[in-house]
Every structure is written in structure tokens, then in C-alpha cells.
């Protein structure tokens, strides 16, 4: 128990952690935040250990000291508004639930290097997996572990081809532009990973030269390297992701993406029926209010921890996740909508306050409501949808 | 996707929800301005509401006189343009905040708007500014936005000169998808860079010639020219929606007059 009492939180309960400046739409007062983080104030406990590290057990409840308190576990850093004494109160609660998760965990896999599918397991997955887990539990439960085992050396065989120069250019753009309010993405940072980003992104355009890059690519990537700090395991999960547990979000025709969109605009038709009439009462499309939930698999949208959480799911059930998160966000703000949306704008505005705060926040009882609140979903359910909504789609841009 | 489209003229504008209870509410629901069919259907709950085509502005009731950015008299929508990394969401940023941050920008996926109020000769405008993804493949998923759009800014980077030659790939598409009568502008941004820059400022200038269309270079790091882009758009925006045959505006004309060279910029 008390092992990880000193650990400090793993964030995401946090307010709007690891949204960038930009996203929270205050552009100034991010370099003063930055200031702060430099000068190394209120120098405390968090952060994350050396390349690696991240992967053996002991390394979660971080040990190092090597980040200031503005920057939570995962490099992000805290936006200057944040607020201390709401997130210490829900670590408090959330610390408890990670401590009694851990000590199950370690039980339930003692030493193994995979997971088995199973109730339990699923029943384990959905209640979170421990960081220390993340990297083994991903990589055992999509399949992506064994595709790196089948295909050894692969990863620096496509690495080491020769590169489409376009491509390259492609994902240089992006390179400064991914997470640059996480400290793991500064060059000036001794374990930055923007190498490691651009090798998976390359590696991957390459692999997957149907798809080659799209944006959006760059984040999954970013967080797939801040959780395994290992690009070959970024690189299968990546493959993984977006080669089978996703339909073609990132195709240069983007139809999976566009088919999700309306699938999700069915099922909200269907149970969230308000916010559907809104919606349309306006003329919204969903491609304006959801495209980058699917896109970046909620980096960005939702606070880091939550993100991890719905992650845990997508990589062991699949993406009908996707549908259940935005279903129970949408449901729980469709009182709120009814009543304020006006216009067009408004109803945008609405879709962007409903990521934040403490419903989205406190990851834990939100991960719960996942499951209960939209009812029951099934592949099945979704893949009727997902054919209907791609027919109609193909018909219209025929 | 296509079921909606109908509807969607009639939405462009109006505030955002902290602000709607300003003109956006607040008075009859008439709109000026033909009616071009898109949108005449059903009545229209927000009391701002573009009716036609890229003329068809508004006049809410004209509770305005305050000095607060929440009223406006008219209002219309901005969409920005060009490759990826051009600086499309650092422009919007420089005009909205007044502010720029290097290495705070991350790529945007998708697309998003903000609204920022201009004072143009005592009229309150409203410009609805969309950002949009600038990789070619989310084209399919933007280029449903241009209709309703009433001025179109197309960026090009003068550091980086495949951005430059794809403008006319991004001409090809607003001809495509955008109103006709749209407003239209070329820029050249990151114009206070010397040393990488590629495009000289006489390219722009021949190729906006050759587009018929108004062109600035601007640069969002140090503000050149950036107010005034927006603000030659809302002019002649305002200018086209009063119809009095009187009140002429050049666009061009004005943005020769107004425009600063990268060399005397101030931010």
C-alpha cells in the first residue's frame, strides 16, 4: 500500500492539462508558465525517469525529481491557471483507486509478459491499467507484440530504405508542432523524442505508403512514444491502430473517418435524440464538431489521464470505444445544449465545453459511465452502421 | 452528410453562446439581403442569419453603440487557406490576440473558428474566422465550408516555395467549392524572414495579377500587415452589403495604398 503513496499522481484528473495554449484559447500567458518551468519553481516531485525506465515496474510512481510541479507525469505542462487544490483532491481519491489497481495487477500478471483475453481481464482493462503495465498490456492485447514478434528486424530494415523526400517534408512540419508544451518534445531536452517521432512517422509512411502521413498521425505517435519510450513498440502499436483495431481515418480519401462521423451522428439520432435536433436545427455537420476526436484518438481533446484510459479499452476492445466516449460526453451535455445552443457557433462552443471539467476530468467514474451510459453497443451494431453510413457516403461523392 | 446542407446557409452567423445574448439574439429574426433559396425554408431561431449569397449580411436590430466586442451590426464569414505550416492558425492567433508565440503552435487537425469584432467607419463587423487543416487530404473534409464563406484569405509561406506553387491547386479548389462573388486575397506570410526566404515579394505580386486578387505580404511573428488584411476584408465586405451605388470601395486600391513593406514593419 504504501509503496505507492508517494507516488506522485499520475495527471489527467487535472484541469485541461494537456491541451496547448492554442487549444485552450488563451495564446498568452503560455511563456510565463514556460518561464516558471525553467526557472525549475516549486520544484516537486512528478516526472518521468530516463528512456526505459518507463517500462519496468518500479518506474510509475515516478521517483525522479526532475520536473517542476507545472509539468505533470507525462511532460505536459500545467497551463498557469491550473488548479492545485482541485487536482490534489481528486488524486487523493483517484491515488487509492491506482493503488488498490496495482497491487491486482501485479498480482494477476506476476512476471508474465503477456495478458490473456479474457472477462477478467476486460473487467481489469476497463478499470485502468497501471502505467508501469501500459506498454506490455497494449502491446500483449491488440496483437502488436506479436507482429513485432513475427517480423524481426523489420522496423529498422524500413527505417533504414530509402525515404520519399516528400513524405520526409510532410512530417518535418510537424515535427515542432507536435506536443511543443510537453518538455519530452524540446530539443533542448536530454531525452528529447523527436527523433524517435519523426523514425516512427517515417517508418510508417513507408510501411503503410497507402496512408503515408496525415496529420494527427504525429500525436498518436507523441503519446505512443511518452508511454512505451520505445519507438519499434510505437511503431507496431501505431501499425496496429491504425492497420486494424481503426477503419481508414487516415487514408488521403479519410472515408473511415468521415463514415465514423455520421455513424456517431446515427447513433446520437438514435439515443441522445435533443442534441441530434440541435444539430440539426443549425445545420452542424458532424465533420466540424468531431472530426478531431476520432482523428487524435482524443489527445488533445481530453486531459492526458482519461485519454490513457479510453486508450486502455481501444487497444484491448476495439474502436466502438470511440462511440462510447463520445456518446456518454454528448449525453451528459444534452440538457446544457437544448438550452443554450442558438447558432451554429454556439453549438461549436458547446461541443468544446463539453471536454473540459471535472466530468471529463475525473477519469475514473468517467471510464465507469462509459460502459453504462450509452447502453449496450456492440461491433455488430457498429459495423451495420459503419456499412450503411459508407454506402451512402460512396453514393453521394459518386 | 448532404441531408443538411440545406439548412446550413442560414447559420453562419451569430455569436458564440458567452456572447449571444448581445445582437446575436436579441431582435426579429429578419435578415437582409435576398433570398437565394439556401436556407428561406425554415425560420430561422438565431436572430443573425445570412440569407444569400456572399452579400447577404445581416443587420440585427442594432443594439450596438456599446463599446463591448460582444455587439455587432453585421457580420460575416473568413476562411484561411494554404498548405500545411504556412502559418494559417499564427495569422488568426496574431490578429485575435495580438500575439505570437514561437513554438507554441501545434498542427490543426480539422477545422475551427474564432470571431474577432472590427469597427470599419463606425459599423460593428463580425468576422467568423475558420481555420482550417492545410494537408491535402482533409480538403475533402474543409472544402464543404467554403460555400458559405464570404471572404477567402489563400496563404502561401515566402520561406517554403512548394507552398507557393500549390496556390493554384488552392485557386482550382475555392473556383470549385467557394460563391462566386467571394472575396479573395493572397498572402505571403512569414515575410520577416531573409535569410530562407525562396518566393520574392514581386511572385506574389505577379501571380496575384495573374489571379485578379489583392496581395500582401504579412509576417504573424512580427504583426506586419496583419490587421490590415483582416481589415481590408471587412471593408470591402461592409462595403458590398450597404448596395449604395455611392459608397464605392477598391480593394485593391485600398490595400495598395495601406499596405507596409517587410523592411519598414512594425509590430
Known amino acids: ?352 465545453r463539453m471536454t473540459l471539467g471535472p466530468f471529463v476530468e475525473d477519469c475514473h467514474p468517467f471510464m465507469q459511465k462509459i460502459f453504462t451510459e450509452p447502453g449496450s453497443l456492440s461491433m455488430a451494431t457498429i459495423a451495420k452502421l459503419r456499412a450503411t453510413c459508407r454506402a451512402r457516403i460512396l453514393a453521394e461523392g459518386s | 452528410m448532404s441531408r443538411k446542407k440545406g439548412i446550413k446557409g442560414k447559420t453562419a452567423t451569430s455569436s458564440t453562446s458567452s456572447i449571444s445574448s448581445g445582437s446575436g439574439r436579441s431582435g426579429s429574426p429578419a435578415t437582409s439581403g435576398r433570398s437565394a433559396g439556401k436556407g428561406s425554408g425554415k425560420a430561422a431561431r438565431s436572430a443573425v442569419s445570412i440569407t444569400g449569397q456572399s452579400n447577404g449580411v445581416v443587420h440585427p436590430s442594432r443594439p450596438s453603440l456599446s463599446c463591448g466586442s460582444d455587439f455587432y451590426d453585421i457580420a460575416f464569414k473568413v476562411m484561411l487557406v494554404g498548405d500545411s505550416g504556412v502559418g494559417k492558425t499564427c495569422l488568426l492567433v496574431r490578429f485575435k490576440d495580438g500575439a505570437f508565440l514561437a513554438g507554441s503552435f501545434i498542427s490543426t487537425v480539422g477545422i475551427d473558428f474564432r470571431n474577432k469584432v472590427l469597427d470599419v467607419d463606425e459599423v460593428m463587423v463580425k468576422l467568423q474566422i475558420w481555420d482550417t487543416a492545410g494537408q491535402e487530404r482533409f480538403r475533402s473534409v474543409t472544402h464543404a465550408y467554403y460555400r458559405d464563406a464570404h471572404a477567402l484569405l489563400l496563404l502561401y509561406d515566402v520561406t517554403n516555395k512548394a507552398s507557393f506553387d500549390n496556390t493554384r491547386a488552392w485557386l482550382a479548389e475555392i473556383h470549385e467549392y467557394a460563391q462566386q462573388d467571394v472575396v479573395l486575397m493572397l498572402l505571403g506570410n512569414k515575410a520577416d524572414t531573409t535569410h530562407e526566404r525562396v518566393v520574392k515579394k514581386e511572385d506574389g505580386e505577379r501571380l496575384a495579377k495573374e489571379f485578379g486578387v489583392p496581395f500582401m505580404e504579412t509576417s504573424a511573428r512580427s504583426g506586419l500587415n496583419v490587421e490590415l488584411a483582416f481589415t481590408a476584408l471587412a471593408k470591402e465586405l461592409r462595403h458590398r452589403s450597404t448596395k449604395d451605388p455611392n459608397d464605392k470601395f477598391k480593394l485593391h486600391d485600398y490595400v495598395n495604398q495601406e499596405v507596409k513593406g517587410a523592411s519598414c514593419c512594425r509590430s
Open chain 1, 1 to 352: 500500500m504504501d509503496r505507492r503513496r508517494d507516488a506522485p499522481a499520475p495527471d489527467g484528473t487535472g484541469s485541461s492539462l494537456s491541451r496547448s495554449p492554442r487549444q485552450r484559447g488563451s495564446s498568452s500567458g503560455h511563456g510565463g508558465a514556460k518561464d516558471r518551468v525553467e526557472r525549475g519553481e516549486r520544484p516537486c516531485s512528478p516526472p518521468l525517469k530516463g528512456k526505459a525506465d518507463a517500462l519496468s515496474v518500479s518506474s510509475f510512481p515516478f521517483s525522479g525529481s526532475d520536473y517542476p510541479v507545472t509539468v505533470d507525469p507525462y511532460g505536459f505542462e500545467r497551463p498557469e491557471d491550473f488548479d492545485f487544490e482541485t487536482y490534489e483532491q481528486l488524486m487523493s481519491e483517484y491515488l487509492a483507486v491506482l493503488t488498490r489497481r496495482a497491487i491486482k495487477w501485479s498480482k494477476l500478471l506476476k512476471g508474465k509478459n503477456k495478458v490473456d483475453k479474457n472477462n477478467k481481464m476486460k473487467r481489469y482493462v476497463r478499470k485502468g491499467v497501471p502505467n508501469e503495465h501500459r506498454t506490455l498490456v497494449w502491446m500483449s492485447a491488440s496483437g502488436a507484440q506479436q507482429q513485432l514478434d513475427r517480423n524481426p528486424g523489420y522496423y529498422q530494415s524500413v527505417l533504414g530504405a530509402q525515404h520519399d523526400p516528400k513524405l520526409v517534408d510532410t512530417i518535418r512540419t510537424d515535427l515542432n508542432r507536435t506536443f511543443p508544451e510537453n518538455v519530452l518534445f524540446r530539443k533542448s531536452s536530454s531525452t528529447c523524442l523527436q527523433k524517435e517521432l519523426y523514425n516512427v512517422l517515417v517508418a510508417f509512411g513507408h510501411h503503410s505508403p497507402s496512408v503515408g502521413y496525415c496529420q494527427g498521425m504525429n500525436f498518436i505517435a507523441g503519446l505512443l512514444l511518452i508511454i512505451t519510450r520505445d519507438e519499434e513498440k510505437s511503431f507496431w502499436l501505431m501499425e496496429t491502430l491504425l492497420g486494424r483495431i481503426l477503419p481508414d481515418y487516415y487514408s488521403p480519401s479519410m472515408l473511415g473517418l468521415k463514415t465514423d462521423q455520421e455513424v456517431l451522428g446515427e447513433l446520437v439520432r438514435e439515443r441522445v435524440p435533443g442534441v441530434s435536433g440541435v444539430m440539426a436545427e443549425h445545420g452542424v455537420m458532424w465533420s466540424l464538431v468531431v472530426s478531431r476526436w476520432f482523428i487524435c484518438l482524443y489527445i488533445d481533446v481530453l486531459p492526458v489521464e482519461t485519454v490513457l484510459r479510453i486508450w486502455d479499452c481501444l487497444f484491448y476492445e476495439g474502436s466502438k470505444i470511440l462511440f462510447r466516449v463520445a456518446l456518454t460526453i454528448i449525453h451528459q451535455h444534452q440538457a446544457a445544449m437544448e438550452e443554450e445552443a442558438r447558432s451554429l457557433p454556439d453549438v461549436c462552443q458547446s461541443f468544446k
